[in-house]
Each structure stands twice: as structure tokens, then as C-alpha cells.
């Protein structure tokens, strides 16, 4: 019996053959080329770890080389041949490993300069036509401490890439240092295969999910106003704000609680008292959610892979009326079964390019953002990196001896919200209730999952600015 090409692994291409550009990446392309720009405004997935201990600079430069060139991705660049835009992907190492030494300078000012000494690192446009796409940076504080960011364009990388990028690098090194051969193990396959895979079974998903789709969001609504208290006018606009809701570590078991009593996943329990606090917020009860996925479920073939996979799954909400929470839940549960079998790996932005999700609702974000942190976006996802500490973190900045980070927390730290039409949200009076409102909608969800929402609706509106 012949494979599901959609669900069959995904293979290497064929030697010598043209490299075409993701899904993902070809949405990026074609909307930096109508602004007229080959320089990358979705910038860097960046990530900043400071090492306490004797650092041995050429076996780390020897570590960051090897991993490398195990990955494609990394040595990749837009290219164009008979004005058809590819990936053209180096046979050398080529990327930018750039050294600042500070340890003469008093320990107040070199603090400061690190900072923006990283900050205009990562700040550094960069043409994609020329690359290189990935960048290191070492910033010597003292003999014993040493701060190290790493930066990886988003059209190459996403949130979990820069972790497995973390994780092998200091892998590496660990052998390295002990006078090992740097032996990672092999990678089924690379991110340009996975380009090829997608071009190759376009049409087959077209044929097999494009119907799902067009019947489930034809008649989604847009956003056309703004919150209830109208601080933006009318008109649809494609803004963005990117706000932080800290998750306590006794709220997150709380939540682990929920999710195990109504078997579920933890990302759902959230997404629900989220769900129920933007319709309260935008006065709706017809929601479309970008529940953000890391894009490798189904496919352990990708697990290790470095590379721009992350995609959004487009969940559409209806609040009925007479719903508590777990009713929500239950018709949540569905929307993301069915979404999640008909799963697009970012096609869906093809077939509707204005719709998109209206509330971005950034889980996997979830997995490597922290509040302390002090990211920052402008536009859709360029990062920047305000502080350093050991990276995955606690809740409160740490330092780490040299060595293998630990894994990140099962439960994430911090929700990521983008509201796609939300200019009122970009400033703090008006975020801080949303925050509110959502933190009030959790924790009556926990108490009671057969909270009818309109009692919780009545009850963020009597609470909200308290």
C-alpha cells in the first residue's frame, strides 16, 4: 500500500537539485519584496547566556563551527535563478563569530556596554541575498565571566530552533573540552529537504484540506472595532502588540491540575480563559485564534532540525450562550482536533492572505519567553535582548556555570499575546486591565470549570480596573 504523502516521512531531496523556498519563508519573501526591501525586518530569534568560568574561546568557536555545518539552515541565503527565488546553502561555514573584549573597563560601565553592545547586534539588518543569516557574539566581562549571543534570522529559525541550537553547540563543546571528538548525533534529514517535501505534496493537501478550510473561515469575521472602549476609531488595522502575562510556578501547577482533571492539554486550559478574555475585552463572540505550533508534531523527523517550522493553527471560537468554561474547553478541544488534522504547515495564510488570525496566541513562544527577560517586538516577531541570563531561565535572572543548559519548564512562564488589531494595547493603561481581565478569567475558570461565562463577564467588568 502506497504511503499518505502527507504523513509519510519526510525524505532527503535529490542531490544536486534547486533548494525552493518554505512556505513560510516565501510568505516573508514576497512581503519584504512588496516593501521594497531584501534587508530582514522579522530580524533575529536571539538568545543571550552569561558563562561564569574558564571559557575556552577556541573550543567554543570550534563547537559553534561543527554545528554549523550540520545544519543547512544556517549557511542559507535567498538566491534567484531564472527570477525563480530559492535557497542556495553554502558548503563552507559561513557565518559571523565576532569578539568584544570589555575586562579592562570598570565592571559598572562594561555591564551597560555589553548590553548595547548586544543590543546593536542584534539590531544589525541584514540582506538576505548576502547573509550570513546566523551570527554569534562573544563579550568578554573578565577572566571568569563572558557574555555569548547568539542571533538567527527568523527566515531560517523559530523559537525551538534557537534552543536545539543552544543545546548541540553546548553538547559540543562538552565533548569538546574534555578532549573528545565532536560526534552529534546524525540528522535525518535538513530544512531544505523539508522545503522540497512541502513544494512536492502542495498539491496533494490542496486536493485532501484546502476544502476544510475554506468552509471553516470563508465567513470568519475580521476585527473591524477596537476594545470596548473604542481608543483606536474604526477601520481594520494590521497592528501588533506584543504583551506579557507572567504565569506564577503555583498557578502553573494549578493549571497542570485543571488540564489532568479534564484531560487535556495545559495549552488549552489557558486558551480557553484567554479565549473567554478577549471576547470579553472585544465584546465578541465570534473569535479566530493563531494558536502558534512548533510546527514538528506528527513527523519525528523534525524534531532536531533548525529551521523556520513554526506555524500557526487557525482556531475558530464561538461563545453560545448558556457556555461555562468547560463547555468552551470541550468545543475548543474539537476546533484544535480538527484543525490540527487538517494542519496546513502554514498554508492557510495562502488561501485567506487578510484574514490570518485576528489573536495571536504564542505557545510555543511560551516555551522560550520570559517577561524578566525584557524582549521587545516591533512589527511581528523582531526580538531584542535587554538582559542576559542563563538560557532556558527561572522566572528571576540567573547565572550558570559552563555547560549544558536545562531543559526548558513544562509548563511556560509567560503567555505571548499579539492582538493583530490593537493599537490601544500598544501602552500601558490599557494593557494592564487586559492582563487583568485575563489573570480574573483564569482563576475562575480553576475554581470552577462550570462557571457560566456570562458570570464571568460580569465579573471582569465589575473587577476590571479595581
Same mark, same amino acid.
Given at each position: 500500500?502506497?504511503?499518505?504523502?502527507?504523513?509519510?516521512?519526510?525524505?532527503?531531496?535529490? *542531490?544536486?537539485?534547486?533548494?525552493?523556498?518554505?512556505?513560510?519563508?516565501?510568505?516573508?519573501?514576497?512581503?519584504?519584496?512588496?516593501?521594497?526591501?531584501?534587508?530582514?525586518?522579522?530580524?533575529?530569534?536571539?538568545?543571550?547566556?552569561?558563562?561564569?568560568? $574558564?571559557?575556552?574561546?577556541?573550543?567554543?568557536?570550534? $563547537?559553534?563551527?561543527?554545528?554549523?555545518?550540520?545544519?543547512?539552515?544556517?549557511?542559507? #541565503?535567498?538566491?534567484?535563478?531564472?527570477? +525563480?527565488?530559492?535557497?542556495?546553502? $553554502?558548503?563552507?561555514?559561513?557565518?559571523?563569530?565576532?569578539?568584544?573584549?570589555?575586562?579592562?573597563?570598570?565592571?559598572?560601565?562594561?555591564?551597560?556596554?555589553?548590553?548595547?553592545?548586544?543590543?546593536?547586534?542584534?539590531?544589525?539588518?541584514?540582506?538576505?541575498?548576502?547573509?550570513?543569516?546566523?551570527?554569534?557574539?562573544?563579550?568578554?566581562?573578565?577572566?571568569?565571566?563572558?557574555?555569548?549571543?547568539?542571533?538567527?534570522?527568523?527566515?531560517?529559525?523559530?523559537?525551538?530552533?534557537?534552543?536545539?541550537?543552544?543545546?548541540?553547540?553546548?553538547?559540543?563543546?562538552?565533548?569538546?573540552?574534555?578532549?573528545?571528538?565532536?560526534?552529534?548525533?546524525?540528522?535525518?534529514?535538513?530544512?531544505?529537504?523539508?522545503?522540497?517535501?512541502? %513544494?512536492? +505534496?502542495?498539491?496533494?493537501?490542496? %486536493?485532501?484540506?484546502?476544502?476544510?478550510?475554506?468552509?471553516?473561515?470563508?465567513?470568519?469575521?475580521?476585527?473591524?472595532?477596537?476594545?470596548?472602549?473604542?481608543?483606536?476609531?474604526?477601520?481594520?488595522? #494590521?497592528?501588533?502588540?506584543?504583551?506579557?502575562?507572567?504565569?506564577?510556578?503555583?498557578? #502553573?501547577?494549578?493549571?497542570?491540575?485543571?488540564?489532568?482533571?479534564?484531560? !487535556?492539554?495545559?495549552?488549552?486550559?489557558?486558551?480557553?480563559?484567554?479565549?473567554?478574555?478577549?471576547?470579553?475585552?472585544?465584546?465578541?463572540?465570534?473569535?479566530?485564534?493563531?494558536?502558534?505550533?512548533?510546527?514538528?508534531?506528527?513527523?519525528?523527523?523534525? %524534531?532536531?532540525?533548525?529551521?523556520?517550522?513554526?506555524?500557526?493553527?487557525?482556531?475558530?471560537? =464561538?461563545?453560545? =450562550?448558556?457556555? +461555562?468554561?468547560?463547555?468552551?474547553?470541550? #468545543?475548543?478541544?474539537? =476546533?484544535?482536533?480538527?484543525?490540527?488534522?487538517?494542519?496546513?504547515?502554514?498554508?492557510?495564510?495562502?488561501?485567506?492572505?487578510?484574514?490570518?488570525?485576528?489573536?495571536?496566541?504564542?505557545?510555543?513562544?511560551?516555551?522560550?519567553?520570559?517577561?524578566?527577560?525584557?524582549?521587545?517586538?516591533?512589527?511581528?516577531?523582531?526580538?531584542?535582548?535587554?538582559?542576559?541570563?542563563?538560557?532556558?531561565?527561572?522566572?528571576? *535572572?540567573?547565572?550558570?556555570?559552563?555547560?549544558?543548559?536545562?531543559? *526548558?519548564?513544562?509548563?511556560? @512562564?509567560?503567555?505571548?499575546?499579539?492582538?493583530?488589531?490593537?493599537?490601544?494595547?500598544?501602552?500601558?493603561?490599557?494593557?494592564?486591565?487586559?492582563?487583568?481581565?485575563?489573570?480574573?478569567?483564569?482563576?475562575?475558570?480553576?475554581?470552577? *470549570?462550570? @462557571?457560566?461565562? %456570562? !458570570?464571568?463577564?460580569?465579573?471582569?467588568?465589575?473587577?476590571?480596573?479595581?
Amino acid at each position: 500500500m502506497e504511503l499518505d504523502p502527507l504523513r509519510a516521512p519526510v525524505r532527503p531531496r535529490p *542531490p544536486g537539485s534547486h533548494v525552493p523556498l518554505s512556505v513560510n519563508q516565501r510568505q516573508l519573501w514576497e512581503g519584504m519584496l512588496k516593501r521594497g526591501t531584501r534587508l530582514s525586518e522579522m530580524k533575529m530569534v536571539a538568545l543571550s547566556v552569561r558563562l561564569c568560568g $574558564s571559557l575556552h574561546v577556541h573550543l567554543l568557536k570550534k $563547537s559553534v563551527e561543527c554545528v554549523v555545518l550540520r545544519h543547512e539552515s544556517l549557511r542559507t #541565503r535567498v538566491a534567484s535563478i531564472d527570477g +525563480t527565488f530559492i535557497q542556495y546553502i $553554502s558548503p563552507l561555514a559561513n557565518y559571523r563569530f565576532e569578539e568584544i573584549d570589555l575586562s579592562s573597563q570598570p565592571a559598572c560601565n562594561s555591564e551597560a556596554q555589553a548590553r548595547k553592545c548586544a543590543q546593536e547586534f542584534v539590531d544589525t539588518k541584514i540582506d538576505l541575498t548576502i547573509g550570513p543569516l546566523f551570527e554569534a557574539l562573544l563579550v568578554k566581562l573578565g577572566s571568569q565571566e563572558h557574555v555569548l549571543v547568539f542571533a538567527i534570522d527568523h527566515f531560517v529559525s523559530d523559537g525551538v530552533s534557537i534552543l536545539i541550537l543552544n543545546r548541540e553547540i553546548w553538547a559540543a563543546y562538552d565533548q569538546a573540552v574534555n578532549c573528545q571528538e565532536i560526534a552529534l548525533p546524525p540528522l535525518p534529514i535538513q530544512f531544505a529537504d523539508f522545503a522540497a517535501w512541502q %513544494e512536492r +505534496t502542495n498539491d496533494t493537501w490542496r %486536493e485532501r484540506h484546502e476544502p476544510y478550510w475554506r468552509q471553516r473561515l470563508n465567513d470568519a469575521p475580521l476585527l473591524q472595532t477596537s476594545s470596548k472602549d473604542g481608543l483606536t476609531g474604526g477601520g481594520y488595522l #494590521r497592528e501588533r502588540s506584543l504583551l506579557y502575562f507572567s504565569i506564577s510556578a503555583s498557578l #502553573r501547577v494549578r493549571i497542570s491540575e485543571v488540564a489532568r482533571r479534564e484531560r !487535556t492539554l495545559p495549552s488549552l486550559v489557558l486558551l480557553t480563559a484567554y479565549a473567554v478574555a478577549m471576547s470579553y475585552w472585544y465584546r465578541r463572540r465570534d473569535l479566530l485564534v493563531a494558536f502558534v505550533s512548533h510546527g514538528r508534531h506528527g513527523h519525528p523527523e523534525l %524534531e532536531n532540525m533548525i529551521g523556520h517550522l513554526a506555524s500557526p493553527l487557525y482556531l475558530r471560537l =464561538e461563545i453560545a =450562550e448558556g457556555d +461555562t468554561y468547560r463547555d468552551l474547553l470541550s #468545543r475548543l478541544i474539537g =476546533e484544535f482536533r480538527r484543525a490540527e488534522s487538517h494542519k496546513d504547515f502554514g498554508r492557510v495564510a495562502d488561501l485567506f492572505p487578510e484574514l490570518c488570525g485576528e489573536l495571536s496566541f504564542h505557545w510555543a513562544a511560551t516555551e522560550w519567553g520570559n517577561k524578566n527577560r525584557r524582549y521587545m517586538t516591533i512589527n511581528h516577531g523582531l526580538l531584542k535582548v535587554h538582559d542576559y541570563e542563563i538560557w532556558p531561565g527561572d522566572q528571576q *535572572p540567573s547565572r550558570a556555570r559552563i555547560g549544558v543548559p536545562r531543559s *526548558p519548564p513544562k509548563i511556560p @512562564t509567560v503567555i505571548l499575546s499579539q492582538p493583530i488589531r490593537a493599537g490601544d494595547l500598544h501602552v500601558p493603561e490599557a494593557s494592564e486591565p487586559l492582563m487583568k481581565i485575563l489573570m480574573l478569567s483564569l482563576e475562575m475558570f480553576i475554581a470552577s *470549570p462550570f @462557571t457560566p461565562l %456570562e !458570570t464571568a463577564f460580569n465579573h471582569c467588568e465589575a473587577n476590571e480596573y479595581k
